[in-house]
């Protein structure tokens, strides 16, 4: 198991400052020690729109030469509008970033059901805004009616995968999504090689006995997956900072029985503050991803 970093942790908007360059990034991760890195497939990193063929081969030559892998690319998609023009939007941008994904010759393009997106206001994003505001929208429209309009958009995002010789990995994230056991359905409702998972391991599935069940039930189908935190060392060890327990140890064991041998990329995907809550700066992640590699490296080799 080898141990990348997420661009969405650069992107300039969960810290005090500028997103770093896609090339920035590049030796950012470098220079912190990761295996691979992860683009997210939007501004300012890897919006397919803005990348055109010799970009693309400048990005990839970069990373080579760096000795850097990209294992994944990570969409940023909503199929769950019952609105037509919506869905097609988004099947297109998913339809380019599988593109894009080939020509960086990423693996894995990381899909949700239904993201909800985020905002930005005092120099920091945010997710309440945009996460209520999907709860309003369309308040009349049941749960299964998007479940079988997301269930359609997949089939066809995961034609795009087999288009483009990419794996399209569905996340376990909400809405649309409460835990493993639906992103699991859906895929297997699905019934495409293309398709498979990125099971994440989030606060309401912090159960051993439901994460082994999980691990049990997803095996060959997990392609990827994401850790995040804030992590702080503890004498010789980094520990994560959290009053909750922590089962990434537990989850981490189960993904090596299981014989996932794919990437665990790092996130920072929240907003960074400092001891008065207010905005911190990059430092603030430069520190946090550094400790996140230290962390699960760790893990991979005790479990």
Known sequence: ??????????????????????????HQAKTLGYDGVEFDGKRPHANPMDLDQ?????????AEKLGLEIPALSSNNDFSSPVPEHRECQLLMVREQARLAADL???????FA???????RDELAHYEEAHQGWGRAFPDIPRLVRWRLVRECLTEAAAFGEQYGVVMALQNHPPLTRHWRDAYDLVKEVNSPWLKMCWDIPTQEWDEAW???????????QAHFHFNGDYRRDGDQVVLKSDSPD?????????????YGGYACYEYCHPAVDAHHDPAGIELVHEQAALALEYMRGLIARC
């Open 105 to 111: 010759g990423a693996k894995v393009v990381r899909l």
């Open 247 to 259: 089962m990434h140890p537990t989850f981490v064991k189960l993904l090596k029985q299981i014989g």
């Open 114 to 120: 239904a993201w909800p997106g985020i905002t930005t």
């Open 54 to 62: 010799r970009t693309r081969e400048a990005i990839r030559n970069e």
């Open 211 to 221: 994460l082994r069940k999980g691990a049990e039930t997803i095996g060959a189908l």
């Open 1 to 26: 198991m080898k141990v990348g970093l997420y661009s969405i942790t650069y992107l300039g908007i969960w810290y005090k400052g500028p997103a770093l360059t896609w090339r920035e990034f590049l």
